[in-house]
């Protein structure tokens, strides 16, 4: 826990060796839709990823949920300043403090690099240190098997799994798995997340 008063929820920029994460914008509209075509990651099933024709619009439902509260939006920045994905603070409970960390997409490109995690090691930081987060949650598909080998290996547990508990894109009923990281893991959690990165140079 933080010796100091948390601080609000509120728009940030958060920097690292391999990215950095800043507050979203319209602005950030071409480097988001070209982002986002590499890959074609829309046509993923089990995800809800805007098509190129439909960042604008998407950006404009983060604003609107940042405007109301309950989301903290992000544009994912690699080195060099190219933009390559979006990631969110949601879910936001201020009172006990917690968040979900989610809505969370990268191009292609930058798959299987140290980014994504060095991305989680900056919000989990974030929420725990400045924060002062009790819980950080983190949901995904039950079948997207990818997502979850990368949420476990931040050290995140299964808290249970959600069943039928919304509908994908095509309509169909969708398992949700709920994990989360405690205030008292996070020391343990953020060793391993930096010695993981330390693996990427």
Not at 153 to 174: E, F, P, Q, V
């Amino acid at each position: 826990m933080p010796q100091n008063p948390p601080a609000p929820i509120a728009p940030v920029t958060l920097t690292g060796r391999h990215v950095e994460l800043v507050p979203l914008s319209m602005d950030h509209l071409d480097g988001l839709t070209a982002a986002v075509a590499d890959g074609e990651l829309w046509k993923l099933w089990y995800t809800n990823v805007a098509e190129p024709d439909g960042m604008r619009a998407e950006i404009a439902r983060r604003l609107a949920l940042q405007d109301a509260g309950s989301m903290l939006p992000f544009t994912v920045i690699a080195p060099g300043g190219t933009i390559v994905g979006m990631t969110t603070y949601m879910g936001i409970d201020a009172a006990t403090p917690r968040v979900e960390i989610g809505s969370t997409w990268y191009a292609k490109s930058v798959h299987r690099t140290g980014l994504n995690t060095e991305a989680k090691l900056l919000l989990l930081g974030h929420a725990f240190d400045t924060l002062g987060c009790a819980a950080v949650e983190i949901r995904t598909h039950a079948l997207n098997h990818q997502s979850r080998r990368a949420i476990e290996r931040l050290g995140a547990k299964l808290d249970g799994i959600l069943r039928s508990h919304t509908r994908t894109k095509n309509g169909l009923l969708r398992d949700t798995c709920v994990y989360s990281i405690t205030a008292t893991e996070w020391p343990a959690v953020e060793c391993n997340l930096r010695w993981q990165l330390e693996k990427h140079g």
